[in-house]
């Protein structure tokens, strides 16, 4: 008999629309058929289409969910009465004693517990007798510390109180469970030189059949394209960034110049600067499919200032074949090299001439396309992420002195990418 593994994420993983799901569905995917019956565990909405309820099937054995929140459009400035709790808005947000309730009933007799997202802590119990696992996807109190570089008067202010108050909820979540999984070396170094813990780390994975490689043509026109949920506050500040300081420096050089914004959710503010210069970008909203929305691109744009963990979004863009320019923020953490598999670019000078390069240098959009293809196909096969991940949950058993060998598990099975 296989041994219970319940997987406890703060958010319903359909679609996976946000880098977060996108990883977190990989692994699951990847844990599925191999050494452990898997439950899921998350909020769900109160009727799940039928396509919906095939990828949960593929993610995992069984599924248990409490009610998902219904957040209004005052959500973002609700949020805020969290300023005054002991923990950091995002996390005391996630709070939920309906889904304490759900999550400690799915746990009793379980082997192995993952938490997904270190703000899950606030969902699973204090104390547990199975073995736990944390699975991370940044290094939070990183992504607090940007946001207070950037902002001025009050909300600095405000960022540095959420700062203090993430960095004691994240010593203390990653001291309480028996392993951390860490989505690069460079934040498997960070929790250990900060906070002294311990992590492994999994690959960040991509759906190469997904994401087939299309070559960008020789005469293609200067289109550029970023993929992201665009009511995330990091996106948010690199995109604004980039029309504000960016884009003219482009458009100056490139006067027919098109960007495309694709992904959920777009800053009604952005959407109405772009309008009102009358630039010509396109704020796709929620889309079923991004590929067709990144054909006929010349170059992906990552304009990233701040932000965490490894950006899934750049190893699906040199995946497709696109030729990519990124800061240092927006392509950390990702095993590649700048000239090599993408151009780095961290000023607005910078980043305005990589990207004019790259619209009008076709042999250089050909050499960064095929090396960054050729390295993803390598080190990112999203196959491989769920074996890793599920190679660190034995060992967390085995080093509580717990019985996970493979005379008593089934050897690891065939899984959807």
């Given at each position: 008999m296989k041994p219970r593994l319940v997987f406890v994420s703060p958010r319903y993983l359909l679609p996976a629309d946000m880098g977060g799901k996108i990883r977190t569905a990989h692994v699951l995917k990847g844990l599925k058929g191999g050494r452990f019956h898997v439950t899921l565990v998350s909020p769900s909405p109160r009727d799940i289409p039928p396509d919906q309820a095939a990828e949960l099937a593929a993610m995992c054995d069984a599924f248990v969910a409490w009610p998902e929140p219904v957040r209004g459009p005052l959500f973002g400035v609700t949020r805020l009465r969290h300023l005054f709790s002991p923990l950091p808005v995002p996390v005391a947000t996630d709070r939920s004693a309906a889904a304490r309730k759900v999550v400690q009933k799915t746990l009793a007799g379980a082997d192995v517990l993952v938490a997904d997202f270190l703000h899950s802590a606030v969902l699973v119990p204090s104390h547990r007798e199975m073995v736990s696992v944390l699975f991370t996807h940044n290094v939070e109190t990183e992504i607090f510390a940007r946001h207070c570089e950037i902002a001025h008067g009050v909300k600095r202010l405000v960022w540095q109180d959420q700062l203090r108050k993430m960095r004691a909820f994240e010593a203390a979540?990653?001291?309480?469970?028996?392993?951390?999984?860490?989505?690069?070396e460079r934040d498997r170094d960070a929790f250990r030189r900060d906070y002294g813990v311990l992590a492994s780390v999994i690959p960040t994975g991509v759906d190469l059949d997904y994401f087939s490689f299309r070559a960008v043509p020789d005469d293609v026109r200067p289109v550029f394209a970023f993929t992201a949920s665009m009511d995330s506050l990091a996106n948010i500040d690199g995109v604004r960034w980039f029309m504000d300081k960016v884009w003219p420096l482009i458009v100056a050089a490139?006067?027919?110049a098109e960007?495309?914004?694709?992904g959920r959710r777009?800053?009604?503010?952005l959407v109405a600067e772009a309008a009102r210069r009358r630039l010509n970008w396109i704020f796709t909203g929620t889309v079923d499919d991004v590929r067709p929305h990144l054909e006929g691109a010349a170059a992906y744009v990552i304009p990233l200032r701040v932000g965490g963990g490894t950006r899934i979004k750049a190893y699906e863009a040199m995946a497709f074949g696109l030729p990519t320019v990124s800061t240092s923020v927006g392509i950390e953490g990702l095993a590649v090299?700048?000239?090599r598999h993408f151009l780095k670019a961290d000023t607005e000078e910078a980043f305005a001439a990589a990207a004019v390069r790259l619209a009008v240098d076709a042999p250089t959009r050909r050499r960064l396309a095929d090396e960054a293809r050729a390295m993803v196909e390598k080190n990112c096969s999203a196959r491989s992420v769920g074996l890793v991940f599920e190679t660190i949950c034995v060992a967390a058993m085995e080093t509580k002195g717990l019985s996970a060998s493979p005379a008593r598990i089934?050897?690891?099975g065939t899984s959807a990418a």
């Open positions: 979540t990653l001291k309480a469970f028996d392993s951390v999984v860490a989505v690069s490139l006067p027919d960007m495309r914004v694709i777009p800053d009604a503010g090299e700048p000239e089934p050897a690891h």
